[in-house]
Each structure stands twice: as C-alpha cells, then as structure tokens.
Nanobody, 124 residues
Framework: QVQLIESGGGLVQAGDSLRLSCAAS????????MGWFRQAPGKEREFVAR???????FYTDSVKGRFTISRDNAKNTLSLQMNSLKPEDTAVYYC??????????????????WGQGTQVTVSS
C-alpha cells in the first residue's frame, strides 16, 4: 500500500505560481509511475501530467509549457511546479501512483493510489 499526501495548494491570482508537493509513504515511489490529476466542480477528474520511473514526462496540452512535474526518489516525493496560472486551472489537484502498465494514463480508473487532494484556486 502507498499513502499519498498532497500539500501546497492555495488561492492565487492569474499569472502567479504555485508548487504542489506529494509525500509518499508505505512504499518507495521509485518503482512506480507518478502523476497529477485535477477535478473542477461538476467535472470528471482529468489527467494533468505524469512522470515514469525513467523520468519521462508527459503533459496534457492545456498545461504544456506552464507546468513541470518532477520526482525525488530519495525523499519519496513528487512535485508539480505550476507557473502562469489561469482561472481555468482552478480545481482540486490529486497525486496518483501506479505500477508500470500499458493501460491508458488518461483514465483515472487506471491509477491505483490517490492522495486526498489539495485545492488550487486562481482568481482573475
């Protein structure tokens, strides 16, 4: 089992930056693909970014060039640096983990472990 705890959310203005962190316990994340999802009110949970064991990264189009996902296996942590934030980035952000698999990364049902979420609110 893996326990994931996110932190770093908050209320910011458009154009500001935030850095989300995810602390893992119970299992080393070095053997897992890690990712970030977000869920806005009334919408389905959507894929934001992921980083593989080999540190290969992938982002949804709407955050490319603004968000950066990274992992620190020594500290068992995952981060998401969010720059140039927009009101449409407002959502609860979730940290996720799963063993390497060919299953679609976009479907949240294909991820095994989840944090409780952290709220990010971007005002215009």
């Amino acid at each position: 089992q893996v326990q994931l705890i996110e932190s770093g959310g908050g209320l910011v203005q458009a154009g500001d930056s935030l850095r989300l962190s995810c602390a893992a316990s119970g299992r080393a994340i070095s053997s897992m693909t890690m990712g970030w999802f977000r869920q806005a009110p009334g919408k389905e949970r959507e894929f934001v970014a992921r980083i593989t064991i080999g540190r290969n990264t992938f982002y949804t189009d709407s955050v490319k060039g603004r968000f950066t996902i990274s992992r620190d296996n020594a500290k068992n942590t995952l981060s998401l640096q969010m720059n140039s934030l927009k009101p449409e980035d407002t959502a609860v952000y979730y940290c996720a983990a799963r063993p390497p698999t060919a299953a679609s990364q976009y479907n949240y049902r294909n991820w095994n472990y989840w944090g409780q979420g952290t709220q990010v609110t971007v005002s215009s």
